[in-house]
């Protein structure tokens, strides 16, 4: 285990990539429509508009911090997420965990004309930054019935056209 770490270490000096962003990435990458990505920064993320809420998750409730995700899709330069027409509703997010883990929302959940869903990049809970494990981003998605597309360590969002 020891030699695989070592190896793992070398590899990254190797190619110039600092170790500790290799394991623990915070910036947000956005893939746009048209196949464009842009990063934002913690520091960006943290100039957009703060919204804060309670939720319940395996039988523990607690408070969040974070933003809506219309605002960090606009920060991307994704336009419309909200008022949106025939073509564009077709147009899905896809949430990319650290893991891999991935869910899809359709664009037109978002619309306050449409379905008018609020989901969320939360960052803290009761006060303090998400913990290793659950962060430095984790979605909610406010009234699902279940927990299955709360995505933890989220690190990319996708704009995709279902066609």
């Known amino acids: 285990m020891f030699k695989h770490l070592l190896l793992v ?8 990539v600092p170790v500790g962003a290799a394991c623990a990435q915070t910036d947000l990458t ?8 842009v990063v934002l920064s913690d520091s960006l993320l943290e100039t957009l508009t703060r919204i804060t ?9 607690w408070e969040w911090e974070g933003t809506d995700l219309r605002d960090v899709l606009r920060a991307a330069g994704v336009t419309p997420v909200d ?16 893991d891999g883990y991935r869910v ?3 664009l037109s959940e978002l619309d306050p004309g449409i379905g008018n869903r609020r989901a969320v990049l939360v960052d803290r809970e009761s006060g303090a930054a998400l913990p290793p494990d659950r962060g430095p981003r984790r979605l909610i998605v406010e009234g699902d019935a279940s927990l299955i597309r709360w995505v933890r360590q989220v690190v ?4 995709q056209d279902v066609s």
């Open 9 to 16: 270490i070398s590899l990254l000096s190797a190619t110039g």
């Open 30 to 37: 956005v893939r746009r429509l048209d196949g464009s990505e």
């Open 53 to 61: 809420g309670t939720a319940t998750a395996h039988g523990n409730a």
């Open 83 to 98: 008022s949106l027409r025939a073509p564009q509703l077709r147009r899905i997010i896809m949430v990319v965990g650290a």
């Open 104 to 106: 899809v929302l359709a």
């Open 156 to 159: 990319r969002l996708e704009v």
